[in-house]
């Protein structure tokens, strides 16, 4: 994996620089072992991709614990690694950090929890600050000015709420309001019908209606017989939604948007990552919707590389592996230490999922595309992922 402006690695030579050793935490046992398993073969990929001989990489098993995580670091700072990839869990990444701090050892995780980030600790899992970011400057590049937010009562939940107030800031977008239901949605449909403003616009309508009959003239009866087609009347605060959920819950939660009467028409739906998945994406009430992913081209590149080594199509996570492994490598191989500097270089790397790097708070950021749901499930790029940082710096939307 090369650094995104391109320069490649020098042939090992007398003054090649020395030796890099570089810890891997993973589950490997227990409960996320499958997980562990597709993270691990990934890591070796990259190594047969991207490292030399002088690279090495040591597997620890952290059993998918903190404590487990916590003795397999333990043991990996005692034998002199230079850099923790993993762990993959928060309480893990937590564990780990005091001790590969006091050791002055970086740790690039791959959890998605952003309160795991401190100094010297970088996520690399797909957080959605980089996905947010990316589909309100999208909305904000094509003329949506109002952006209001749906989420679960969940720490995913909070944390959505928190990076929209950012990212509207960075776009230029008004956050008119955040509404939040229920984890297990049982409280959504209310929600919806306040968020909605249901009962006010059905009122506005029966309003009109009388008026235009008091009136009752050809103007009257014209403007009736348009009205008569309408459930309720009165635009709405926003002209973008943003609906961060996924799963079973998203597709509960979608189809009362159109029950409601926020009107596709007028109000363009925003997604996460979260909606990529091809139940979701079926849903209805999500076609004409945007969300935010890695380049598909990347991403496809990966797995047909990853299915011919290993004979089974990678796992969801297995692409952080691979990237974090390859990052370590590009940095051995270049003569670099893996010290802040180089491991928050703002130029950035190509990975699995295209272009990455990371934020002042060590988050990954990301060169992610644009989707749009069609109809039946279907997703097309309407805005490709940008070939360098400096475009996604200056807010510019797409490449």
Same mark, same amino acid.
């Given at each position: 994996?090369?650094?995104?402006?391109?320069?490649?690695?020098?042939?090992?030579?007398?003054?090649?620089? *020395?030796?890099?050793? $570089?810890?891997?935490?993973?589950?490997?046992?227990?409960?996320?072992?499958?997980?562990?398993?597709?993270?691990?073969?990934?890591?070796?990929? #990259?190594?047969?991709?991207?490292?030399?001989?002088? !690279?090495?990489?040591?597997?620890?098993?952290?059993?998918?614990?903190?404590?487990?995580?916590?003795?397999?670091?333990?043991?990996?700072?005692?034998?002199?690694?230079?850099?923790?990839?993993?762990?993959?869990?928060?309480?893990?990444?937590?564990?780990? @950090?005091?001790? @590969?701090?006091?050791?002055?050892?970086?740790?690039?995780?791959?959890?998605?929890?952003?309160?795991? @980030?401190?100094?010297?600790?970088?996520?690399?899992?797909?957080?959605?600050?980089?996905? $947010?970011?990316?589909? !309100?400057?999208?909305?904000?590049?094509?003329?949506?000015?109002? $952006?209001?937010?749906?989420? *679960?009562?969940?720490?995913?939940?909070?944390?959505?709420?928190?990076?929209?107030?950012?990212?509207? @800031?960075?776009?230029?977008?008004?956050?008119?309001?955040?509404?939040?239901?229920?984890?297990?949605?049982?409280?959504?449909? &209310?929600?919806?019908?306040?968020?909605?403003?249901?009962?006010?616009?059905?009122?506005?309508?029966?309003?009109?209606?009388?008026?235009?009959?008091?009136?009752?003239?050809?103007?009257?009866?014209? =403007?009736?017989?348009?009205?008569?087609?309408?459930?309720?009347?009165?635009?709405?605060?926003?002209?973008?939604?943003?609906?961060?959920?996924?799963?079973?819950?998203?597709?509960?939660?979608?189809?009362?948007?159109?029950?409601?009467?926020?009107? *596709?028409?007028?109000?363009?739906?925003?997604?996460?990552?979260?909606?990529?998945?091809?139940?979701?994406?079926?849903?209805?009430?999500?076609?004409?919707?945007?969300?935010?992913?890695?380049?598909?081209?990347?991403? =496809?590149?990966?797995?047909?590389?990853?299915?011919?080594?290993?004979?089974?199509?990678?796992?969801?996570?297995?692409?952080?592996?691979?990237?974090?492994?390859?990052?370590?490598?590009?940095?051995?191989?270049?003569?670099?230490?893996?010290?802040?500097? #180089?491991?928050?270089?703002?130029?950035?790397?190509?990975?699995?999922?295209?272009?990455?790097?990371?934020?002042?708070?060590? $988050?990954?950021?990301?060169?992610?595309?644009?989707?749009?749901?069609?109809?039946?499930? =279907?997703?097309?790029?309407?805005?490709?992922?940008? #070939?360098?940082? &400096?475009?996604?710096?200056?807010? #510019?939307?797409?490449?």
């Amino acid at each position: 994996m090369p650094p995104a402006d391109g320069e490649s690695g020098t042939a090992i030579a007398e003054d090649a620089p *020395p030796s890099a050793r $570089i810890g891997l935490l993973l589950p490997l046992s227990g409960r996320y072992a499958p997980e562990g398993e597709t993270l691990l073969r990934a890591a070796q990929l #990259a190594l047969f991709d991207t490292a030399d001989e002088r !690279f090495t990489l040591l597997p620890r098993d952290t059993g998918g614990t903190g404590p487990g995580a916590e003795r397999a670091a333990l043991a990996l700072l005692g034998a002199g690694v230079d850099l923790l990839l993993g762990p993959l869990f928060a309480d893990g990444v937590k564990a780990v @950090a005091a001790h @590969a701090r006091a050791q002055g050892v970086g740790v690039v995780a791959f959890s998605t929890d952003r309160e795991a @980030a401190s100094e010297g600790v970088y996520l690399l899992g797909h957080t959605p600050r980089a996905q $947010i970011r990316r589909v !309100f400057a999208h909305a904000a590049a094509n003329g949506l000015r109002r $952006i209001a937010v749906l989420a *679960p009562e969940t720490r995913y939940g909070a944390a959505v709420a928190d990076e929209a107030q950012a990212a509207a @800031a960075l776009s230029g977008l008004t956050l008119t309001r955040v509404r939040t239901y229920a984890a297990d949605a049982s409280d959504a449909a &209310d929600v919806v019908r306040e968020l909605a403003e249901y009962d006010r616009r059905v009122q506005a309508l029966k309003d009109e209606r009388q008026a235009l009959a008091r009136q009752n003239d050809a103007a009257a009866r014209r =403007r009736l017989e348009r009205l008569s087609t309408l459930d309720t009347l009165g635009a709405l605060p926003f002209d973008a939604l943003l609906l961060a959920d996924g799963g079973a819950r998203l597709r509960q939660v979608a189809p009362l948007l159109p029950y409601y009467d926020i009107d *596709p028409a007028a109000t363009r739906l925003l997604g996460t990552g979260l909606w990529e998945d091809p139940a979701s994406l079926g849903e209805p009430a999500l076609a004409g919707g945007w969300f935010a992913g890695p380049d598909p081209a990347a991403r =496809r590149d990966f797995e047909e590389r990853y299915r011919r080594a290993f004979g089974t199509p990678p796992g969801a996570i297995a692409s952080l592996a691979y990237d974090a492994t390859a990052l370590a490598a590009a940095l051995a191989r270049n003569g670099v230490s893996f010290g802040p500097q #180089a491991i928050g270089g703002r130029g950035g790397f190509l990975g699995a999922d295209g272009l990455f790097r990371f934020d002042e708070d060590g $988050i990954a950021e990301r060169g992610l595309a644009v989707f749009e749901v069609g109809r039946g499930g =279907r997703v097309a790029v309407v805005s490709p992922a940008p #070939a360098r940082f &400096d475009a996604v710096a200056k807010g #510019a939307d797409g490449g």
